[in-house]
């Protein structure tokens, strides 16, 4: 009857949220949002939906990569990170598309290349 697993899933979560919160508070002072919407602590996962002004942003895709890039290397139990902008044809945000960046590999093979970088 362990809560150590609740606990650890606790803490990820916190850390998560304090990373968006602490290294894009520029997406709320744009009028947009982000969010957790889905976290596996097993398997690494984390999937983000930027919402409000985020929706349609022309610099939503350099702001994806940025969270990408810099939440695995300042969380080392997130490995994957998925980012969606609501933008899905059903209105849920649930488009199923991934956007790609350059630099991205499914290998994990560990380029440098991080493609382009929010202005922020």
Same mark, same amino acid.
């Given at each position: 009857?362990?809560? *150590?697993?609740? *606990?650890?899933?606790?803490?990820?979560?916190?850390?998560?949220?304090? !990373?968006?919160?602490?290294? !894009?508070?520029?997406?709320?002072?744009?009028?947009?949002?982000?969010?957790?919407?889905?976290?596996?602590?097993? #398997?690494? #996962?984390?999937?983000?939906?930027?919402?409000?002004?985020?929706?349609?942003?022309?610099?939503?895709?350099?702001?994806?990569?940025?969270?990408?890039?810099?939440?695995?290397?300042?969380?080392?139990?997130?490995?994957?990170?998925?980012?969606?902008?609501?933008?899905?044809?059903?209105?849920?945000?649930?488009?199923?598309?991934?956007?790609? !960046?350059?630099? *991205?590999?499914?290998?994990?093979?560990?380029?440098?290349?991080?493609?382009?970088?929010?202005?922020?």
């Amino acid at each position: 009857m362990s809560t *150590d697993a609740t *606990d650890g899933d606790d803490d990820l979560k916190d850390r998560v949220t304090n !990373f968006l919160r602490r290294n !894009f508070p520029q997406i709320q002072m744009h009028g947009g949002s982000a969010a957790i919407q889905h976290l596996d602590r097993e #398997e690494g #996962e984390v999937t983000i939906m930027l919402g409000g002004a985020c929706s349609g942003c022309g610099i939503s895709p350099m702001t994806i990569q940025a969270i990408k890039s810099r939440m695995v290397k300042e969380i080392p139990e997130i490995n994957k990170v998925n980012a969606e902008t609501g933008m899905g044809g059903d209105g849920h945000g649930d488009s199923g598309m991934s956007p790609s !960046f350059p630099g *991205d590999t499914e290998d994990g093979d560990g380029s440098s290349d991080e493609g382009p970088q929010a202005p922020f």
